[in-house]
């Protein structure tokens, strides 16, 4: 099974900035596209950005041009670069990884969850 471990979240007025940083562990099989989700308060879980392992990234409307993705596939880490955060961006962020397994005419895909890093955005 696959462990994340996030951290960087905290309290940050707005305007400011934060790096969340989510390092996977505890597998021998190759960790696939990762990245992060988060929910904000009384809502849903939402997506906010996902990086493939070769590096393709995929960004919602709400936070592009404002964060950004990257992963290290040698430390197993992604990060999540935020800046010009506002009250909007308040949510619990949660790591997300997924492997592929099984051979190739019978793939399957395994995800994980890491147990969420909180942000808080003071206006």
């Known amino acids: 099974q696959v462990q994340l471990a996030e951290s960087g979240g905290g309290l940050v007025q707005a305007g400011g900035s934060l790096r969340l940083s989510c390092t996977a562990s505890?597998?021998?099989?190759?960790?696939?596209?990762m990245g992060w989700y988060r929910q904000p308060p009384g809502k849903q879980r939402e997506l906010v950005a996902t990086?493939?392992?070769?590096?393709?990234?995929n960004i919602v409307d709400s936070v592009r041009g404002r964060f950004t993705i990257s992963r290290d596939n040698a430390r197993n880490t992604v990060y999540l670069q935020m800046h010009s955060l506002t009250p909007e961006d308040t949510a619990v962020y949660y790591c997300?990884?997924?492997?592929?397994?099984?051979?190739?005419?019978?793939?399957?895909?395994?995800?994980?969850w890491g147990q969420g890093t909180q942000v808080t955005v003071s206006s």
């Open positions: 505890g597998s021998r099989f190759e960790i696939n596209s």
């Open positions: 997300h990884a997924d492997q592929i397994r099984g051979p190739v005419e019978r793939q399957f895909t395994l995800d994980f």
């Open positions: 990086i493939s392992r070769s590096g393709g990234t």
